[in-house]
Each structure stands twice: as structure tokens, then as C-alpha cells.
């Protein structure tokens, strides 16, 4: 069963998604709990390589209230968990021009916390505005269809 956390609306806006990676995360009991409650925002949140790993930054995930003072820091830098020929398979193309990763979604998968991970193409300007024209006249149609049916 899937329970979806948060999803980052900014990076679909912002960024062609080419191809979407599902990533365990090392989380902190504490961090899990507050992940239960909702409280994460995934805004700025992008994901880079470095020796080998990859690392989830600019995730915020609010300490929990009930915790103690061993409550991790809530910008930190947490570890994604990728197969071997994943990490390699994204580092090729990472280090290609234009190439990034984005955290597009955050969700339960059962018991475990999962970060749905996109390779992702920045947009220019214009592609933005096409996108919210595109968006504004699929709602008119709709809207249409709605009325005559």
C-alpha cells in the first residue's frame, strides 16, 4: 500500500521529467514519525553523487514535537539507497549538460520511506507559460464537456 507523503508541484513546474527512480532514505526514528504527521517540505529539495552515494539535500523535515534533544537537525543532508548500476546509470547522465535530479515525491511503500527520485531537464521561460496555457485550456475543455453532459 502506498501513502503519499509530499510531492514537489515546483519541480514539475520548473524541470522536464525524463525518467523517475524509486530511492529508499536513512531517516532517524524521530524523522520517521514526524514524516507520519506530514511535516516535510520538499521545495528545494534536489539530490547529488558524491563518492558513490547519493545524497538527498535541502529536504525540510520538522523535528518531531515529543522527541527529546536527540532530535537530528532538519535541513541535514540525508543518504538515498540506489542499487550499484542505478547510481552509475544516473551518474553518467547527471554529467551530461542540463541533467539534474530532483525529489518529485515522498511516500510510505508499507512500513518504509520512499523518495521517488527524477532525472530532470531545466525549462526555459517560454516552456513554462506553453505548460500553463496547455494546463489553462485542458481545464476549459473540461469544463465544457462537464456542462454538456
Known amino acids: 500500500m502506498i501513502k503519499v507523503i509530499a510531492t514537489n508541484k ?11 527512480y524509486e530511492a529508499g532514505i536513512s531517516l532517524a526514528g524521530s ?5 507520519r504527521l ?21 529536504a525540510h523535515i520538522s523535528p518531531y514535537d515529543k522527541g527529546s534533544y536527540f532530535n537530528p537537525e532538519p535541513r541535514r543532508t540525508r543518504r538515498l539507497l540506489l542499487h550499484k ?8 547522465k547527471v554529467n551530461e549538460k542540463g541533467y539534474t535530479l530532483v525529489v518529485t515525491k515522498m511516500y ?3 512500513a518504509l520511506v520512499k523518495v521517488e527520485l527524477g532525472l530532470a531537464k531545466g525549462k526555459e521561460g517560454h516552456d513554462k507559460r ?4 496547455e494546463r489553462e485550456q485542458k481545464r476549459m ?5 462537464k456542462e454538456n453532459y
Open 10 to 20: 515546483k519541480a514539475y513546474h520548473d524541470y522536464f521529467i525524463e525518467a523517475t
Open 31 to 35: 524523522e520517521v514519525k514526524s514524516l
Open 38 to 58: 506530514g511535516n516535510v517540505n520538499l521545495k528545494d529539495s534536489y539530490a547529488i553523487i558524491k563518492n558513490g552515494e547519493v545524497l538527498l539535500m535541502g
Open 85 to 92: 548500476q542505478e547510481i552509475m546509470k544516473l551518474r553518467s
Open 108 to 110: 510510505f511503500k508499507d
Open 130 to 133: 506553453e505548460a500553463l496555457k
Open 141 to 145: 475543455i473540461d469544463r465544457a464537456l
